[in-house]
């Protein structure tokens, strides 16, 4: 008779690398699909029903910048994302992680009357490296499990001083909003998530030892870390060991920066 086959180990504590993976896995994709639903499902009213749009679809918004729509909203992040706000702010993405966001580093910390950090008298102090969701305003993208991609329009906030219109469509919406590599981004990203839970799965059924260290490893905090938050979320160290350790030149744009990211990402599951 052969060996009797290994049966994967059942955590049951939050403590345990498999439970935290998963617990992390969920808030990690509930971000992702802010970030693709955009500000419409962060918002009291949410997206309004009716028939999907495509990039086909005439649209337009033009902005007032009245600013209704920078409070009381929860603003996921993914590392792309943070690398530019952090790269704007002039911070390291471990400082920015650590000041600046909340929920284990997926979110966007908010001042205590719900306003957006960065919001200041002249409107937002980030522009040209604010989130999707804020590029995305008043569209909702969607994906569908095959793939497909839909939009969908958002309820104005309150007292919005924009302008809808179908002038153009959303696709020039897109453009005019710089969306297209933040876009990508939650691609890239969500297709690495992806590959980390295959990965997990697949070795918790051979030896669920392996499968506990890649949890940890994708889980737990750098040792640098002042604060809880899953240490590959942290772009800078990770990229900065990456390349150390092969003798590469540190990319100096998040675009570049991101390929290392996730180059390393996808090392540390081989090498556990």
């Known amino acids: 008779m052969g060996r009797p086959r290994r049966q994967p180990r059942t955590p049951q504590s939050q403590n345990d690398p498999l439970v935290r993976y998963h617990l992390l896995r969920r808030g990690l994709l509930e971000r992702a699909a802010t970030s693709e639903k955009g500000i419409s499902f962060m918002t ?121 219109g179908r002038k153009g469509g959303v696709q020039g919406y897109l453009d005019s909003q710089g969306a297209g590599p933040f876009v990508a981004a939650v691609v890239r990203y969500l297709a690495l998530s992806g590959r980390i839970i295959r990965e997990l799965r697949r070795r918790s059924e051979i030896d669920a030892d392996a499968a506990g260290r890649i949890a940890a490893a994708c889980v737990e905090p750098h040792s640098d870390s002042a604060v809880s938050r899953p240490g590959w979320l942290d772009m800078d160290p990770v990229v900065r060991k990456y390349c150390s350790t092969r003798g590469l030149a540190i990319p100096d744009d998040p675009e570049g920066k991101m390929t290392m990211h996730i180059l390393a990402v996808e090392e540390m599951l081989l090498n556990h």
């Not at 792309?80 to 000041?99: H, V």
């Not at 995305?136 to 793939?147: E, K, W």
Request: charged share 20%; hydrophobic share 30%.
């Open 44 to 164: 009291a009213s949410g997206h309004i029903p009716g028939r999907k749009l495509s990039r086909r679809t005439p649209f337009s918004f033009s902005c007032a910048r009245c600013c209704r729509c920078c409070s009381n909203k929860i603003i996921r992040l993914n590392p792309f994302e943070t690398a530019r706000l952090s790269r704007n702010l002039g911070m390291s993405t471990s400082r920015f992680l650590q000041s600046h966001t909340e929920a284990g580093g997926t979110a966007l910390r908010r001042n205590p009357d719900g306003a957006c950090p960065f919001l200041s008298a002249g409107g937002c102090a980030v522009y040209p490296d604010r989130p999707l969701v804020c590029r995305l305003y008043p569209l909702g993208r969607h994906v569908a499990g095959d793939g497909r991609e839909s939009f969908s329009r958002s309820v104005l906030d309150p007292g919005c001083e924009g302008a809808l």
